[in-house]
């Protein structure tokens, strides 16, 4: 984040622009919008500037600028068509500590001034640091096609209850009790400009819940994907927006953690091989203790929280103990993997099946069912063998497939950063050491492997122009 998005309160504020033409003008009016006392600078006005001189709702700095146009301001607006007396103004604005905006020249700036929807009170800025106004626009001009001019009156309505429902509700049941007021039939009331009849059910809505005694917490199970933020699901989205508490696993990406509720209290509970954060029977516990204080719980796991993610136990233990939840499933890894890794987990042509195993079982063996896994035609996807790989390799061939038999282990895929190791089943655990790849990872044997060189789209788009893409034969060996 290159600027942190603020917004200043400028009511009353004395702020200097410099420069009497219309972009100044543009400029000078957004600070009246937000209350500010506005002083130009200019050795003549354009005709919009004059007209708010003449009405006095701006003061009139007669003449070139000068050091003495930045005394008392808050804020500072540079909008000459001199970049050099545009340079001294940001220069002195910046040694005295004001906040200095020079248009069109983000260099010269310590702030950007966004593109702004406005539902006062709520208002909206978009902003790309400057590089790309048209963009901001155009995303304004998307936001207000979106955004209801209603939405300014349904904030007004909130503000006006809201030391009522503090005074009413305890602090766990504030928040959902707003989200169901924001997004029901109170809120449509106000779209619809039924005012009187909103605040008579909101103020009935607030009565009913005060006496409705504690709320009940739940559980929301959330399968966060392979990593990629954008292979999220909208149910997974909207969960991990409302949650008052997220529990969250080592798989969970930074980039999918970002997604959350920002003043969600967050818990780390992630387990790797022979580090566990928290053991399993003490997450268990906390799910049940944060729900039973009236919590929404975030339970955020990476892939899907039903394949290999211990889901299936926590659950259990919520039904046991009488808590709410829901599941939501998410891409498991072994399907964003092999889409992004460019192997297709089934084909026509070569594998009629695909089974999903761990490498690491409970008793931190890998005493798979080999002849089963050694079948033609399959594909056999391997979650958490990169240790054992090269016990894998030889099991696998000691069970009946050939040496020869395509392999890949495939690691942080679905991301920029993700590598891809292919080899045999001959190889593979030696090319994987040279590579030096490390979890979290994920093994795929099978003759559809084969298909890497051709179906791979990913990495090619994403690091080379497809004309200097490398040869099939080389891409994606270490």
């Not at 033409?21 to 600070?31: C, M, Q, S, T």
């Not at 070569?350 to 690491?360: E, I, N, P, R």
Request: charged fraction near 25%.
């Amino acid at each position: 984040m290159d600027y942190l998005p603020i917004f200043l309160k400028l009511d009353g504020r004395p702020c200097a622009v410099i420069g009497g033409g219309e972009v100044a003008a543009r400029k000078a009016g957004l600070l009246l919008d937000a209350g500010a006392r506005v002083t130009v600078t200019a050795p003549a006005l354009c005709e919009a500037l004059a007209e708010l001189a003449q009405q006095e709702r701006i003061a009139h700095r007669a003449g070139p600028f000068d050091p003495a146009a930045l005394d008392g301001a808050t804020l500072v607006i540079a909008a000459t068509d001199d970049r050099a007396v545009n340079a001294e103004v940001s220069r002195l604005a910046q040694q005295r500590r004001i906040p200095v905006n020079v248009v069109d020249d983000p260099e010269l700036c310590s702030f950007i001034l966004p593109a702004i929807v406005d539902r006062s009170p709520v208002v909206v800025a978009v902003s790309t640091g400057g590089s790309t106004p048209v963009l901001a626009r155009l995303l304004r001009a998307r936001l207000e096609t979106m955004i209801p001019v209603a939405y300014g009156e349904l904030a007004k309505l909130a503000q006006r209850f809201r030391d009522r429902v503090k005074g009413a509700l305890p602090q766990p049941q504030r928040r959902p009790f707003w989200e169901r007021v924001l997004t029901g039939p109170i809120a449509e009331m106000v779209f619809s400009g039924r005012l009187p009849q909103a605040e008579r059910a909101l103020a009935q809505a607030i009565d009913d819940t005060a006496h409705r005694g504690p709320v009940e917490g739940e559980v929301y199970l959330v399968g966060a994907g392979p990593g990629n933020p954008e292979l999220l699901t909208f149910a997974a989205l909207r969960l991990m927006q409302q949650a008052d508490v997220v529990l969250y696993d080592a798989l969970v990406s930074p980039e999918v953690m970002d997604l959350c509720r920002r003043d969600a209290e967050r818990v780390y509970v992630g387990k790797q091989r022979a580090n566990h954060t928290m053991r399993q029977e003490e997450i268990n516990a906390l799910l049940v203790r944060l729900a039973k204080e009236g919590r929404r719980v975030l339970r955020l796991k990476g892939g899907d929280p039903y394949v290999f993610g211990r889901g299936g136990e926590e659950i259990e233990t919520l039904a046991a103990s009488g808590v709410r939840f829901r599941v939501v499933p998410g891409i498991t890894a072994a399907c964003g993997v092999a889409a992004y890794a460019g192997i297709p987990l089934t084909h026509r042509d070569y594998a009629q099946s695909c089974v999903l195993v761990t490498g690491h079982l409970k008793d931190g063996t890998m005493n798979l069912d080999w002849h089963g896994l050694a079948r033609p035609r399959q594909t056999v996807v391997v979650y958490m063998g990169l240790l054992g790989l090269r016990q894998l390799c030889q099991e696998l061939v000691e069970h009946g497939m050939p040496t020869d038999m395509p392999a890949a282990v495939v690691q942080q895929a679905t991301l920029p950063q993700q590598r891809v190791v292919t080899g045999t089943l001959a190889d593979l655990a030696e090319r994987v050491e040279t590579a030096g790849l490390k979890p979290p990872t994920l093994v795929i044997v099978g003759d559809v492997v084969k298909l890497r060189d051709t179906l791979n789209w990913f990495e090619i788009d994403a690091d080379q122009p497809a004309a200097t893409a490398a040869a099939p034969a080389e891409r994606g060996r270490a």
